[in-house]
């Protein structure tokens, strides 16, 4: 059995999934990328988030480097490259999501971004199939299934998930900000995951830190033994409408 496929097995146990579960792998080095077995090529470049179709889709495992990215949100939230001027004053928003060049400069200002330089590439598969260590779990589901891991990560200490996102570059809040804190990410998919990456209208994304995911399953099954389940268990009561056309029928019966 490959090693983390136990681990998929329990994942799927509780939230019963549509796509697969991923492991993503951040790599310091691109011919890091030559170790990983099974490693589809790429024959042109794509948007890292297109990797990750690839892996939670068709369950392949996927590389990409800083030159195999298209997406220059990805880039420089996992610090492939530093973020150039024209970023930081806000021309990847302004007139698109932010009124004004101060609204602008805020939000680019507020994306998470991984030290540059810090990786070179990064690795995604499925995580019933790799054979790398991940640094964390990616998990598409519908709002039910992210419920139940944010009810598995609060079994243990309680409170509540934060969630902090700008709905775009959904690779920085789910990616780096995950690196950057060690805690459950949760991020809308961003418009370029939904035109290219095929995420659905329905669709919610859960990064969970490699360090963090048995504590979360831990807490999913005992929530389970407790009554909260996926899918959600409908409260089934005697359907009236059926008891009253009964006795109608029951009464001209005896006529």
């Known amino acids: 059995m490959p090693k983390w496929k136990e681990l998929d097995e329990k994942l799927n146990k509780f939230l019963r999934l549509a796509t697969f579960p991923i492991a993503v792998k951040l790599l310091e080095q691109e011919e890091d990328l030559n170790k990983i077995k099974f490693l589809k090529k790429l024959d042109k470049p794509i948007a890292l988030c297109q990797i990750f179709s690839y892996s939670r889709y068709y369950g392949w495992t996927m590389g990409c480097?800083?030159?195999?990215?298209?997406?220059?949100?990805?880039?420089?939230?996992?610090?492939?490259?530093?973020?150039?001027?024209?970023?930081?004053?806000?021309?990847?928003?302004?007139?698109?999501?932010?009124?004004?060049?101060?609204?602008?400069?805020?939000?680019s200002k507020s994306m998470p971004k991984i030290e540059q330089g810090k990786f070179s590439a990064v690795v995604s598969g499925a995580l019933n199939r790799v054979d790398f260590d991940p640094d964390f779990i990616m998990i598409w589901g519908n709002s039910a299934q992210i419920m139940r891991i944010i009810q598995g990560a609060l079994w243990k200490e309680g409170g509540r998930i934060t969630m902090s996102t700008f709905c775009d570059g959904v690779c920085a809040d789910t990616i780096s900000k995950a690196y950057l804190t060690g805690e459950l990410q949760i991020a809308f998919p961003c418009l370029g995951d939904r035109r290219f990456g095929m995420a659905t209208d329905t669709d919610l994304i859960a990064s969970?830190?490699?360090?963090?995911?048995?504590?979360i399953i831990e807490g999913m099954a005992q929530t389970h033994k407790a009554g909260t389940?996926?899918?959600?268990?409908y409260q089934l009561s005697t359907p009236e409408f059926f008891v009253k056309l009964k006795k109608q029928l029951d009464k001209a019966k005896n006529k």
């Open 65 to 107: 480097k800083k030159e195999d990215n298209l997406c220059p949100l990805a880039s420089i939230a996992l610090g492939f490259e530093k973020p150039q001027e024209l970023f930081e004053a806000g021309a990847f928003f302004i007139g698109r999501y932010n009124e004004t060049k101060e609204a602008a400069k805020k939000t």
């Open 208 to 215: 969970i830190p490699l360090g963090i995911v048995d504590l």
């Open 229 to 233: 389940r996926y899918p959600i268990p």
